[in-house]
Structure formats: C-alpha cells, structure tokens
C-alpha cells in the first residue's frame, strides 16, 4: 500500500467484500433506488454509481439521492469515473478507469476522508499502482461479461492469483460473477466482489444480494 493510502479512508476492507455497481438498463424499468436498499437489506456492503448517459446534473441528483439513502445505513457510496459529481454530492469513494482522470490528479482534487480505487487490466497496471494514492484496485474483468462492452481480455482465476502476489492493496473482483462462483473468486486472492447485472436484473434484488453475501463469506474462511 502507497504511504498516501489509509485502509480504506476509515471504512475498512470488509466494506469492499460485496460491492453492487448499478445499471439502469437492467433495472427493468424499477426505480435505482428501491434496487439498492433491497440489495443493501440483503447485504451489499458498499454502492457504485455507474451512469454512463446522465447528464451532470441528473448525475449529481441520483448521486445525492443514494448519498441520502445509504448514510444512515453506514453503507459508502462510490461514484463511477467522475471526480466532479463524487464531490458535488458528498460521495465516499470514486471508481478510476485507465483512461479516466489521473489518479494524482484525483487524490489532490478529492477530500482526504473520500477513497479511491482504479481498474487494473494489466499486470503493467497493478506494478504502476504501487506509486500511485490509491486504496484498492478493480481486477476487471475476472471472466467475460457483456455488462461492459469495452471490456479487456478476462483476468481468469489464474490472473487474478498472479495480481494478488504483485500487491498488498485490497482487490475488488468484477465480470462475470455470481453466487456460483464468488467464493472460488476469494479464495484466488480477491478480498471482495462487485456485481451488476446479478442483482440489477434478478427478480428479488434483495435475495440476489443475500444468496452473493453468503458465497462471498464463505469464500473468505
């Protein structure tokens, strides 16, 4: 971990153990905010906003309306990619990719209580990351998804084996994962899973997110 990180701001790793990253297009018509607190009532420990077609101020609207929703839940609230809309509505944590806003440039900008994590797709990206302020990385993607269509070849579970030796910063698994294989995805090195579409597009989000906590606890024994 970088002399600038701190574990997780205050929040601690196990707040990474099971991340939802949201979709409104899978949401089947539900408001975004009725998914969240059935998979935060299920138990999703950590929300990342992911708004690829908002505008900022729509962007900024949803980001204080979750902000509301999962404070008194002592649940985080990470915005996707934007470093602007994570401070106009009081967010958390922000969620870098590679060709998003640098991460220095983040750090200066962010408040020091907000964390940052960063996707790594390379084992180039995970060597850079022990430079940079950062408090967790992304491995993105594990298996191969269709949630991110610019997605870079799938880590596998062999790949993210080889990133958990190359860091000692908390790794957050993301793509293709579900309560079938969540635990499989601990027990190579991952010290938490994000999900889209395994509780966006279930029927019972909350169910979902109950059925994910468990296989991810049970991945960590």
């Known amino acids: 971990m970088t002399e600038h990180a701190t574990p997780m701001r205050g929040w601690g790793a ?12 899978l949401a089947g018509g539900r408001p975004l905010e009725e998914i969240v607190a059935a ?3 299920g138990g999703v420990r950590c929300v990342q906003l992911r708004e690829k077609h908002l505008g900022t101020r729509a962007f900024v609207a949803r980001g204080r309306g979750l902000k509301a929703l999962l ?8 915005i996707n990619d934007r470093v602007d809309v994570a401070l106009a509505c009081g967010a958390d944590g922000v969620h870098l990719g590679q060709s998003d806003m640098a991460v220095e ?3 200066r900008l962010l408040p020091p209580a907000v ?6 797709e390379t084992l180039d990206d995970v060597r ?17 998804t269709t949630t991110k269509l610019d997605a870079a070849p799938a880590w596998g579970l062999d790949g993210l084996r080889a990133v958990r030796a190359a860091t000692a910063l908390p790794l957050v ?3 293709g994962l579900h309560a079938g294989n969540a635990a499989q995805v601990l027990a190579h090195g991952a010290d938490g899973i994000a999900v889209v579409s395994a509780i966006c597009s279930a ?13 991810v606890a049970e991945g960590a024994r």
Do not use: K, N
């Open 14 to 25: 196990e707040a990474l153990r099971l991340m939802l990253v949201t979709d409104d297009a």
């Open 39 to 41: 998979a935060v009532q």
């Open 71 to 78: 404070a008194p839940r002592r649940v985080p609230l990470v």
């Open 105 to 107: 440039d983040a750090r």
């Open 115 to 120: 964390f940052i994590g960063w996707s790594v």
């Open 128 to 144: 850079r990351a022990a430079a940079l302020p950062l408090d967790y990385l992304g491995t993105s993607p594990v298996f191969a």
């Open 173 to 175: 698994a993301i793509g």
């Open 203 to 215: 029927a019972d989000p909350e169910a979902a997110a109950r059925e994910l906590a468990l296989a």
